[in-house]
């Protein structure tokens, strides 16, 4: 668990540096841009089966994250964060989800916001359903993007999304870089 969440915090790492170097760095719309993002996790009706982990990483191309910064919503801890004027990288850990649904927002404005997911199955059965996730992107309140993804029983493997709020019509997926 703790490798699929280092993982997870490594392809958090190149995303934020792949996000960053966009073609036209010097615009103004993709440097300076910085909103408020909020990610709803809603999950299939196997979700009880299944404890989560949460890499959460809120990035500003030109600084301005100090140690206010937080995700609202999410179980974080101060263990394995890592907080600069750029980027802030929190763990989330669930061990039970309790509930089908999971709404977490960036305390301030950020240029681009990742979430890297673990989902285990917490049960013993080799037949268990799968979990399903969908994460709805949202900008200053409005819904801009969503995408869906799939949790196998046995499967350990992370999933990595995030989305640059100047370019909110594309999410990057770590499954472009297998």
């Known amino acids: 668990m ?10 958090l790492g190149f ?15 993709s440097s300076l841009t910085k909103k408020i ?3 709803r996790l809603t999950f299939s ?27 609202i919503g999410a179980n974080t801890t101060n263990e394995n964060s890592i907080v600069l004027p750029e980027s ?8 039970v989800l309790t509930s089908s649904q999971l709404s977490i927002k ?6 681009t916001f990742s979430i890297a ?17 969908i994460i709805d992107f949202f900008i200053e309140g409005k819904k801009v993007n969503s995408k869906t993804t799939k949790f196998e029983a046995n499967d350990f493997g992370s999933k990595v999304y995030a989305i640059h709020v100047a370019k909110p019509d594309k999410i990057i997926d770590s499954s472009e870089f297998n």
């Open 2 to 11: 703790i490798r699929n969440m280092l993982t997870g915090i490594l392809c």
């Open 15 to 29: 995303l934020f540096f792949s996000s960053c170097s966009k073609k036209d760095e010097n615009s103004p719309e």
């Open 37 to 39: 993002v909020e990610v």
């Open 45 to 71: 009706e196997s979700y009880s089966n299944y404890s989560l982990v949460l890499g959460l990483q809120g990035t500003s191309v030109n600084g301005g994250l100090n140690e206010n910064f937080n995700f």
């Open 88 to 95: 802030v990288i929190k763990t989330a850990n669930y061990y």
């Open 106 to 111: 960036t305390s301030h404005p950020v240029s």
């Open 117 to 133: 997911m673990t989902a285990l199955n917490i049960r013993e059965a080799d037949n268990s359903e799968p979990l399903s996730v």
